[in-house]
Structures are given as C-alpha cells and as structure tokens.
C-alpha cells in the first residue's frame, strides 16, 4: 500500500512531464544513441525514472533498446511512439555507441495453432524491443524499430489483425477472455505465445489444469513473525492443504517448494514458467508497519497486476471471504514478482494477518487451513467455469 501511495505521489506532484526535464539528462556518448540489452529476463521500462514507476513493458534478456539520454540511474528510451520511457541501468548493458537505430527488416511472420493457442514466429537478427498491451477487447503486441513494409504473413488466423507504421508492426489479437501470452526469443527470433482460455468441462473445472502454487518465502527468509510463529512454515502448511484440495478436484499441481528452503524470486517465476503453468497462485500472510494498525485493517485479500488476473482474483476472494468469515480486505493491484508473470495468470494471496491474533489462531489450525484450501479451490473452478462462456 505504501509503495502505491509513494507512486502517486511522484506521478501527481513531483514527476509531471516539465520537471522530468528539468532532470540532469546527459548525452549518451559521442553519438546519438546507446545500444542496451537486457542483462536478464524481464527486464523492466518504466513509464518514469523511478524505480517504483509503472511498467510500460518488460524485455527478455539480450534484447535491445535504444537510449537517446540519461540520468545517473537510468537511460531514457525511445522507441519511436512519440513517448519516453526509462530503463534502469542496472538491468540493461550498454553494448556500443551508434549514429542511427539498426532497423531490423522484417519479410514474413508465420503462425502455428494448436488446442492451447497460437505461437507467432517472427525472423530476427537483431532482437529489437516489444511491448504487451492489454485493452477491453484483448491483447496488442508492438515491435519497434522494425521495417515490415513487404511482409507476408502465414497462417494468420481470423482473430490476430496486424499493421505496420512509423517503424512499429503491430498485432492485435482479439479474445473476449485473455488467458496468458508472453514473448521468448531464441537463436532464430522472437516467438510470442497467445493462449487460448482452455476447454471447460462445468463438473469438473480443474481437469486437466496446471496449477503452480507458490508458498512464499522460506528458509533464512522467514517472513513475517508473530505470536512465535513464522510466515514462512504457515505459508507451506496450507499451500500442502490448497494442493491436496486442488487435485481431489483434478488439477495437475505444482510447488514452487515442498519445504522450508530458501527459493529466490526469480527461480520461482522461471519455475512457472518452465511448468507450462495456467495459473500460478502466490500464497502469503500479511503484516502492517505499525502492528497497532491491526485493529482496522487485517483479514484476507487477493492482489493482482495484470488486468487478464482481475477476475481470478475477485472469484478467489468472493469464496474466502464467505468461507471464512474473515474481513475482506480487498482485490487489489500490486506489482510483485509473483503478480508481474502474464503466462501462467498470476495472483498473490495474502490469507490474513498474522499480527492479528485471532486470524494467526485460525490460519496455524489444521481444520481451518483445510477449510481455506477448499475455499480457494471453489474460487478457482468458480473462474474457470466464468470462462466456459467464451
Ligand atoms: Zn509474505
């Protein structure tokens, strides 16, 4: 909540559009822009120079950007569009100093359909930038710096149109329920992956559905302590219990960790990601700054980034809410590692405050972790089945 307070501030009062320049902007070099590449898998620019700001996209590693200026932390990209945006200098290495951006010349693009989606694959020698946009209609894709002026296009189905302008080729894909996408690259060229919402059988939702579950923390990072225990040890118990509710009723699961072992974040989003996951759901218990804040804000809450999320998050919460009598603490928008993944759809869930004492007796007893567990389950298959109707 904090960090989401401290954002607007910036945005509203001390970063509008004159003061950023006003900022100590420097030349890049000795010519006009800076060649950067991403030093790792998403690699985050953001729509400000601040390391809290919004993210406009997030770059797989070894793509390339290119910076027109910069500030002591951070370049300033342009990507054609008319817009700026910022790309912190630690996660991006600057590979040469050029006169013009290399144009990358792109002839054919072609489409690969099966039951779980549609792979684009679009040649590359130079891996130039890419955004994801998501809009009320569906998805849209950019690619910058690119010439598509003679492209041809395979397999397109009837539900991606594209467009090419001002060095941008453009792919929408319409879908009335988006349900993951993402961009790889390789030695050949960037691939981008547009999901499908999966066939729904409405008895039996989770059939066939790979959930990847992720017990925060563990190990030396214990999370939040309280009355003697650690979040770390409640997050797994009842991620064990979510995984026993969750396969009873069919799913396919997968744990982030089955023990208390220290997992970095970056590992358990590479993990999801590996497993092919439709939805990673994040599990966690609360705390406040100020403990005596407890008394008006405790209970569970469900946090999302991606607008495709929002609707898993409010099924999940409506159950919870009503399962376990808890305060409703909200539906609300948060940029975590564990929320920012847009393949598998991605939620974080806080279950309650462990600094309330009432809600820790509830969330370390077994009987009311199983009672939780079936409660997600229900929120789970309540949103696969708001898909059927797509
Ligand atoms: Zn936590």
Known sequence: MKRILTLLFLICFILPAKAINELDLEDVGIAKYAVLEAKYDFSPVRILPDENAQRFTHLRQNVAIYADKQTKDFFRIDLGDGNYYWAEKKYFEVQGIIPEKRIQKVD?????????????FIPLDIYNAYSFKE???????KLYDV?????????KPGCVNYEFKDYTLTLRYTTPALFGYDAKIDKKGLYVYLRKAP??????????IKIVLDPGHGGEETGVCAFGVEEKDVNLKISKQIRKALKKRGADVYMTRKRDKYTPLYQRVAFADKKEGDIL???HQNSLLNP????????VGVYYYNPQAKELAQKLQDELVRETGFRDDGVNFASFALTRP????SVLVECGYLI?????????NKKFQKKFANALTKGVENYLRYLIVF
């Open 199 to 208: 066939k729904i059988k409405p008895k039996k939702p989770l059939n066939n």
């Open 342 to 345: 847009t393949n598998p759809v």
């Open 135 to 141: 809009e009320p209609w569906g998805l849209e894709f």
């Open 147 to 155: 010439d598509a002026k003679n492209l041809e296009i395979k397999n």
């Open 108 to 120: 054919k693009i072609s489409f690969n359909q099966d039951k779980k989606g549609y792979e684009i």
């Open 281 to 283: 759901l994040s599990i």
């Open 292 to 299: 005596q804040d407890v008394v008006k804000k405790h209970g």
């Open 356 to 364: 309330d004492k009432h809600e820790k007796e509830m969330l370390t």
